[in-house]
């Protein structure tokens, strides 16, 4: 089948992937004035009073806007925020269906970053939480740090948070499986984006020690040229060992790769050169760094990419939705590092006895395994103090 084909025709037919349902009768007098006016001017008041009250009064509890401003969709880059609708609706039918969260996309037109901060603290107090999405890094950054700050609901941008979430989950069975220890592991991160920055800063605090990061012009490090921000802070904290040169230069000898960027940037050499028992999760979409096949027949022992067509997909859809739908159950004020361990682990777990070079991680539509992460990230925010039911 081609999917891409297929898929526009059908988006002609749905006409959308999401829409909004009633949950109350509104067919008589008596509903009317119960559902509405005059009657619903008392849970007004009780909010006014008490704006903590429209978490029980109303659908913010359970309500999440994915929001974007167009800029980094897919592997289609910068379309817009109108042409990134389709996608915000797809991630917005997922949450509900894996995590029971209404969830509605939200595109602002504007590159600003004080305009998107702006616009999402204005409607705020309509969420319980706030999902970023494709939105480019470095502003992805920024954005995400003020909203952190000004508000006291979860924000979280997954392109970021929700890939080293379930890249760590993989990290973690794999490493069984090819029976090394994770913090041991030698890691090359291809791709110094809001994903593979997020990557590496999430797997230092799991006690990785040997990061090397590499863009489209070769190892990041310590005085290399036209590198923003962001990456000049991964060049001080990652490349222990001082590699230079291209991402050829930096996988010799390495436990695992890692890739978030581009399609066909690693060669069956390239894996050849890697160390006995390599890990190889090339996960750029649609097509990535290099083919499972390929990365197989060049000796890698554990493969991962981003399609759904191949075992071992490492997919964000295995954490936004229990990750969410846990934070709501307890009304977190955050999504901080505790809950996304407890995400990564929720997820690893699930594989239990199955774990095998080709299932290392629980498939995406795996409601047992998505229950498993909403319980764990709850219970992970009442013990790191961030709930407040």
């Known amino acids: ?116 901060v702006n616009t999402i603290e204005l409607i705020s107090g309509s969420f319980g939480g706030i999902n970023l999405e494709d939105i480019s890094a470095p502003r992805c950054f920024e954005i995400e740090a003020r909203l952190k700050e000004r508000l006291d609901i979860p924000v979280f941008h997954d392109d970021q948070h929700g890939t080293a979430i379930v890249m760590a989950a993989a990290l973690m069975n794999a490493a069984k499986v090819v029976k090394k220890d994770v913090r041991s592991l030698g890691i090359v991160i291809n791709g110094a984006g809001a994903a593979g920055i997020a990557i590496a800063k999430y797997l230092l605090r799991l006690g990785v020690g040997d990061i090397v990061m590499c863009d489209m012009f070769g190892v990041v490090c310590r005085g290399a040229e036209g590198m923003n921000a962001a990456q000049s802070e991964m060049a001080e904290l990652t490349n222990a060992r001082g590699v230079r040169g291209t991402l050829a230069d930096a996988m010799k000898g390495a436990d695992v790769f890692i890739g978030v960027s581009a399609p066909g940037v690693v060669s069956e050499d390239m894996v050849r050169s890697m160390a006995k028992d390599a890990i190889v999760f090339s996960c750029a979409n649609p ?15 554990v493969v991962g990419t981003g399609s759904s067509e191949k075992p071992n997909q490492i997919n964000n859809v295995l954490v936004f939705p229990g990750l969410f739908r846990g934070a709501l159950d307890v009304r977190a004020r955050d999504i ?50 961030v709930a407040r039911k």
């Open 1 to 116: 089948m081609n999917y891409r084909e297929r898929s526009l025709e059908l988006h002609a037919e749905w006409r959308g992937k999401i829409e909004t349902a009633v949950r109350v009768p509104v067919d008589s007098r008596e509903a009317l004035s119960l559902a509405y006016t005059p009657g619903v001017a008392e849970p007004c008041l009780a909010i006014k009073n008490d704006p903590e009250k429209s978490f029980e009064l109303t659908r913010r509890w359970n309500t999440v806007p994915v929001i974007t401003d167009g800029t980094a969709v897919l592997g289609l880059g910068d379309i817009g925020p109108e042409a990134g609708m389709p996608v915000m609706e797809g991630k917005c039918a997922l949450f509900k269906a894996y995590g029971g969260v209404d969830a509605f996309p939200i595109c602002i037109r504007s590159k600003n970053v004080d305009d998107i």
């Open 287 to 301: 097509v990535p760094e290099i083919s499972r096949e390929a990365a197989l027949d060049a000796g890698a022992a």
């Open 336 to 385: 901080n590092f505790e809950m996304m361990l407890a995400a990564s682990r929720g997820i690893a777990d699930c594989v239990g006895e199955e774990l095998s070079a080709d299932h290392i991680l629980p498939y995406a539509y795996d409601r047992a395994a998505h229950e498993a992460v909403a319980k764990a990230v709850a219970e992970a925010a009442v013990s790191s103090g």
